[in-house]
């Protein structure tokens, strides 16, 4: 069974919520390896088109591992997402320890006038649900 839980936030009415699931079928604990994916959706509730052009992330694990991750878009897409609409998008996360964290920031762009801003990623948990207990 798969725990999950969601985690939400809101930046310039662009609705992030992410919803977490450890993934043991890609998990070696013999081998401190625990894999976890996630589910993110960006929501426009903005009067305004937008375009995803960055991703930041900070992953925090509790065996003291901590990476940085930038890079282009997401999941190889920038998505242009207009006012109404969604893009959901799917990856994943692997972790020495049981326990740890992501947290970052999207920079996307206002078409209308080509402001650049970031949009706050909620903080979200991974932990294996053994740990729970």
Request: glycine share 6%; net charge negative.
């Amino acid at each position: 069974m798969c725990m999950s839980n969601t985690y939400k936030t809101v930046t310039n009415n662009i609705h992030i919520s992410v919803e977490v699931k450890y993934w043991p079928k890609q998990s070696l604990p013999k081998e401190n390896h625990y894999f976890f994916v996630y589910y993110v959706t960006i929501e426009n509730k903005s009067d305004y088109t937008v375009q995803l052009l960055r991703r930041h992330w900070d992953i925090i694990d509790s065996q003291g591992e901590n990476r940085t991750v930038d890079g282009e878009g997401v999941i190889g897409e920038t998505p242009v997402i207009e006012s109404g609409e969604q893009f959901t998008y799917n990856s994943g996360c692997n972790l020495t320890g049981e326990i740890g964290c992501m947290k970052g920031y999207y920079s996307m762009k206002r078409l209308l006038d080509e402001e650049i801003f970031q949009v706050l990623i909620p903080r979200f948990d991974m932990v294996v649900p053994a740990k729970l207990n």
